[in-house]
């Protein structure tokens, strides 16, 4: 808890400036036609890591460093420096190519993009693909850092990112007149909003170094890998590889999906209903799982590696039990804030520039509905680390063949039944319908392999929590009633609904939590309370 507490003040920190970043975005680029083409560019450099190391670090790296680090602390550092010198000629290869195929992942993921639109999405694809350098290098030296039990650094570094970007943005905002466009925008402009976005993730990376050495860690490149540790590292990659472009698949789909739709809508005069806005409203839902729900997995996962590694099964359930407990406290009031306050939270942060309140209020309504995902994806992503923990890949991905499946037909559906101006918001659904499907299996084969899930305990907390969890769903409901009917939307009345309703909803959910006697709640208080100035730790 005290590990988690430490990753979720820095990652408070970035996440919250990561809303600064994106609401300097959206003022700057709206939500239309020039703002899908820079978002689904961006997007691609994170595909492109994801696909071919992302899941590799999470599901294989950390637990191979930490089990050859309890077998001999000289060899373990002698694999690190292996491991990170092939990521690091890896990386370079995969940037150089996916330079080069900055055409081929807009074909995929931009829809409908035709014309200038397509011509400036390729153009920021190939010019955002330096970043899967950056940001591999930044991923893997976390990785390591969290191996050594250093968690802060990886937590905090984005905050730099988000601040060069919000620079970038207000430049932007200056320098630009009118409403900016594909066909509109200058080489200038170009040039400013693609060396802010690469700079950013490059600070990042460089940020982590003080903290490497630190820890004792200093590269020597070395490639004299051991008999047997490539395969060994091989056969668990072949099946996080094998996840990672099964998610991806439905991810390119939904995200085609929601392009054409934005194309369809602008087409009709509908508004701007395409990509911008799912991304948008996808960025807030995850801040509460970030917060506390990657913080908790992240500090858990050596720990569940080490008691897996042991054969120590029980403590293995007792820490997912711990995990994804303690993840509810903060994961479900969220959920209910988000539900009743999605109006005002996306006025607030994006009703500016060249974001109107109504564009605002297509984000919210998306955002609605990922809020009923909440739950079932925190504890579908930590039920993956426990997979992962045992070594065993393989699980992980069949059941992502279910959660895609489910994902894609439920997005093929909506986007063949439903008017433009609500296919993002059925897509939504359909990820939300997914992460259930996923939470669902996960439990059912965990439950075989670790002899029980701790279920009952946890069956009584997520009661009482939800119990706790209507007098702030009914408390925010009614702030945001009185508000618009009072003062209508906009601005300040978001700021007003969303400052009262989130402090009294918070407050009669922790009062009866505590009535309720929740000890996940206490021990969540009493951490934060540690660390707050004059707080006592013990």
Same mark, same amino acid.
């Given at each position: 808890?005290r590990?988690g507490?430490?990753?979720?003040?820095?990652?408070?920190?970035?996440?919250?400036t990561?809303?600064l970043?994106?609401?300097?975005?959206?003022?700057a680029?709206?939500?239309?036609a020039?703002?899908d083409?820079?978002?689904?560019?961006?997007?691609?450099p994170f595909?492109?890591y994801d696909?071919?190391l992302?899941g590799?670090?999470?599901?294989?790296?950390?637990?191979?460093?930490?089990r050859a680090?309890?077998?001999?602390?000289?060899?373990g550092a002698?694999?690190?420096?292996?491991?990170?010198?092939?990521?690091?000629?890896?990386?370079?290869?995969?940037?150089?190519?996916?330079?080069?195929?900055?055409p081929?992942?807009?074909?995929?993921?931009?829809g409908?993009?035709r014309?200038?639109q397509?011509?400036?999405?390729?153009?920021?694809?190939r010019?955002?693909?330096?970043?899967i350098?950056?940001l591999?290098?930044?991923a893997f030296?976390?990785?390591?850092?969290?191996?050594?039990?250093?968690?802060?650094?990886?937590?905090?570094a984005?905050?730099?990112?988000?601040?060069?970007i919000?620079l970038?943005?207000?430049?932007?905002?200056?320098?630009?007149?009118?409403?900016?466009?594909?066909?509109?925008i200058?080489t200038?402009?170009?040039?400013?909003?693609a060396?802010?976005?690469?700079?950013?993730?490059?600070?990042?990376?460089?940020?982590?170094?003080p903290s490497?050495?630190?820890s004792?860690?200093?590269w020597?490149p070395?490639?004299d890998?051991?008999?047997?540790?490539?395969?060994?590292?091989g056969?668990?990659?072949?099946?996080t590889?094998?996840?990672?472009?099964i998610t991806?698949?439905?991810f390119?789909?939904t995200?085609r999906?929601a392009?054409?739709?934005?194309?369809r809508?602008?087409?009709?005069?509908?508004?701007?209903v395409g990509?911008?806005p799912?991304?948008?409203?996808?960025?807030?839902f995850?801040?509460?799982y970030?917060?506390?729900?990657?913080?908790?997995?992240?500090?858990?996962?050596?720990?569940m590696?080490?008691h897996?590694?042991?054969?120590?099964?029980?403590?293995?359930?007792?820490?997912?039990?711990?995990g994804?407990?303690l993840?509810?406290?903060?994961?479900?009031?969220a959920?209910?804030?988000?539900?009743?306050?999605?109006?005002d939270?996306t006025t607030?942060?994006?009703?500016h520039?060249q974001?109107?309140?109504?564009?605002?209020?297509?984000i919210?309504?998306v955002?609605q509905?990922?809020a009923?995902?909440?739950?079932?994806?925190?504890?579908?992503?930590?039920m993956?680390?426990?997979?992962?923990?045992m070594?065993?890949?393989?699980?992980?991905?069949?059941?992502?063949?279910?959660?895609?499946a489910?994902?894609?037909?439920a997005?093929?559906?909506v986007?063949n039944?439903?008017a433009?101006?609500?296919?993002?918001?059925g @897509?939504?659904? +359909?990820? *939300?319908?997914a992460?259930? !499907?996923? =939470?669902?299996v %996960?439990?059912?084969? #965990?439950?075989?392999r &670790?002899g029980?899930?701790?279920?009952?305990?946890?069956a009584?907390t997520?009661?009482?929590?939800?119990?706790?969890?209507?007098?702030? @769903?009914?408390f +925010?409901? *009614?702030?945001h009633?009185? !508000?618009? =009917?009072?003062? %209508?939307?906009?601005? #300040?009345p978001?700021? &007003?609904?969303?400052?009262?309703?989130?402090a009294?909803?918070?407050?009669?959910?922790?009062?009866f939590a505590?009535?309720?006697?929740?000890?996940?709640?206490?021990?969540?208080v009493?951490?934060?309370s540690?660390?707050?100035? %004059?707080?006592?730790?013990?």
């Amino acid at each position: 808890m005290r590990s988690g507490a430490i990753m979720a003040v820095g990652t408070l920190a970035s996440r919250v400036t990561g809303f600064l970043r994106t609401a300097m975005l959206v003022a700057a680029l709206g939500v239309g036609a020039l703002a899908d083409a820079y978002n689904t560019a961006n997007t691609v450099p994170f595909i492109v890591y994801d696909l071919l190391l992302g899941g590799v670090l999470t599901a294989v790296v950390v637990p191979l460093i930490v089990r050859a680090r309890e077998r001999d602390p000289e060899y373990g550092a002698r694999y690190e420096q292996r491991l990170f010198t092939l990521a690091v000629l890896g990386l370079a290869v995969i940037t150089a190519i996916a330079v080069l195929l900055g055409p081929v992942f807009i074909g995929i993921y931009g829809g409908s993009m035709r014309g200038a639109q397509r011509d400036l999405a390729v153009l920021f694809a190939r010019l955002f693909a330096v970043q899967i350098f950056f940001l591999g290098v930044s991923a893997f030296s976390g990785a390591i850092l969290n191996t050594r039990k250093r968690f802060a650094a990886p937590m905090w570094a984005p905050v730099l990112n988000n601040i060069v970007i919000c620079l970038t943005a207000a430049v932007f905002l200056l320098v630009s007149t009118g409403k900016v466009t594909p066909e509109t925008i200058t080489t200038f402009e170009v040039a400013l909003l693609a060396g802010g976005t690469i700079g950013g993730m490059a600070l990042q990376t460089l940020a982590l170094w003080p903290s490497l050495r630190g820890s004792g860690f200093r590269w020597r490149p070395r490639l004299d890998f051991r008999k047997g540790e490539l395969g060994q590292m091989g056969r668990m990659a072949v099946w996080t590889l094998a996840y990672v472009v099964i998610t991806q698949v439905g991810f390119a789909v939904t995200t085609r999906l929601a392009n054409s739709a934005g194309v369809r809508g602008r087409a009709q005069h509908l508004g701007d209903v395409g990509y911008t806005p799912y991304f948008n409203a996808y960025q807030l839902f995850q801040l509460p799982y970030a917060i506390i729900g990657v913080s908790v997995i992240t500090a858990l996962l050596p720990r569940m590696s080490e008691h897996a590694a042991a054969g120590r099964m029980a403590e293995v359930r007792d820490d997912f039990s711990a995990g994804l407990r303690l993840c509810s406290v903060v994961i479900l009031p969220a959920a209910g804030l988000m539900g009743v306050l999605a109006s005002d939270i996306t006025t607030v942060l994006f009703a500016h520039g060249q974001t109107s309140v109504a564009n605002a209020q297509v984000i919210a309504q998306v955002l609605q509905m990922f809020a009923v995902a909440l739950v079932p994806f925190a504890a579908y992503q930590l039920m993956l680390r426990v997979f992962y923990a045992m070594q065993d890949t393989r699980t992980p991905t069949f059941i992502s063949v279910a959660v895609v499946a489910t994902s894609i037909t439920a997005a093929l559906i909506v986007y063949n039944t439903l008017a433009p101006q609500h296919i993002i918001v059925g @897509i939504a659904g +359909g990820f *939300a319908l997914a992460q259930t !499907v996923g =939470a669902l299996v %996960g439990w059912a084969i #965990l439950r075989r392999r &670790l002899g029980g899930m701790d279920g009952r305990r946890i069956a009584v907390t997520y009661l009482k929590l939800i119990i706790a969890l209507w007098p702030l @769903i009914g408390f +925010g409901y *009614a702030v945001h009633a009185v !508000v618009e =009917a009072g003062l %209508g939307a906009g601005l #300040l009345p978001g700021i &007003l609904a969303l400052a009262v309703g989130s402090a009294g909803g918070g407050a009669l959910y922790l009062v009866f939590a505590k009535l309720l006697r929740v000890p996940e709640v206490q021990t969540m208080v009493s951490t934060v309370s540690a660390r707050l100035p %004059g707080g006592r730790r013990g």
